[in-house]
DNA sequence: AGTGCGATTGACT
DNA sequence: GTCAATCGCACTA
């Protein structure tokens, strides 16, 4: 949920990446950097880094404080706040809305300055459930790495067609 | 202080 | 399908 002056946009969150302790491909490998602290802290808060100069990433910390890991919301199904949504995007098309890490981004206005909030207390953005099923998980490749490329640590909603990349084979 | 490189996207052949 | 834009940051010295 992202709460804005102009009204709350908001989606179900259809695509994910994991990066676990020890992963080469985790920024948090290397130990604490400036960029990366947020990974760091108690999990459920948010690190926002920015990718290729142009696109902001959202990621989820997810282990207790102090060890650095985290989970990449690579897309979102738009629920509410499509009209802001659009105008952040600059286009109409619902599929192309937040399908990518970046474009999520763009959608929700995400940046730097929510690095490191707690994402599980309302606020500017913040994660929650509306108790429905989120259907048939399918699970791949990372996109866009190069180290420990070949783990199988992204997680999709089978099917939906919301996802980035590839949503219906395995592997 | 300088350098190389992405957890991407959009434009183009 | 291919490819360049773009810039903060981690790394080397």
Same mark, same amino acid.
């Given at each position: 949920?992202?709460? !804005?002056?102009? *009204?709350?946009?908001?989606?179900? +969150?259809?695509?994910?990446?994991?990066?676990?302790?020890?992963?080469?491909?985790?920024?948090?490998?290397?130990?604490?950097?400036?960029?990366?602290? /947020?990974?760091?802290?108690?999990?459920?808060? /948010?690190?926002?880094?920015?990718?290729?100069?142009? =696109?902001?990433?959202?990621?989820?910390?997810?282990?207790?404080? *102090?060890?650095?890991?985290?989970?990449?919301?690579?897309?979102?199904?738009?629920?509410?706040?499509?009209?802001?949504?659009?105008?952040?995007?600059?286009?109409?098309?619902?599929?192309?809305?937040?399908?990518?890490?970046?474009?999520?981004?763009?959608?929700?206005?995400?940046?730097?300055?929510?690095?490191? +909030?707690? !994402?599980?207390?309302?606020?500017? !953005?913040? !994660?929650?459930?509306?108790?429905?099923? =989120?259907?048939?998980?399918?699970?791949?490749?990372?996109? *866009?790495?190069?180290?420990?490329?070949?783990?199988?640590?992204?997680?999709?909603?089978?099917?939906?067609?919301?996802?980035?990349?590839?949503?219906?084979?395995? *592997?």
């Amino acid at each position: 949920m992202r709460e !804005l002056p102009e *009204g709350v946009a908001s989606g179900r +969150i259809v695509e994910t990446e994991a990066y676990v302790v020890g992963d080469p491909a985790g920024h948090a490998y290397r130990g604490v950097t400036p960029r990366n602290r /947020a990974l760091f802290l108690e999990r459920g808060h /948010a690190y926002v880094y920015l990718a290729y100069g142009s =696109s902001f990433m959202l990621n989820v910390s997810s282990e207790t404080s *102090g060890v650095g890991a985290g989970v990449l919301i690579r897309a979102i199904e738009p629920t509410d706040g499509i009209t802001v949504m659009e105008r952040n995007r600059g286009t109409e098309r619902l599929r192309d809305l937040a399908r990518g890490p970046g474009r999520l981004s763009a959608a929700l206005e995400i940046d730097r300055r929510l690095d490191g +909030i707690d !994402l599980c207390q309302a606020g500017p !953005l913040w !994660l929650g459930s509306d108790g429905r099923a =989120s259907g048939e998980i399918g699970q791949s490749k990372r996109i *866009g790495i190069t180290r420990a490329a070949d783990r199988l640590l992204r997680f999709y909603v089978r099917g939906n067609r919301f996802v980035s990349g590839p949503r219906v084979l395995d *592997g």
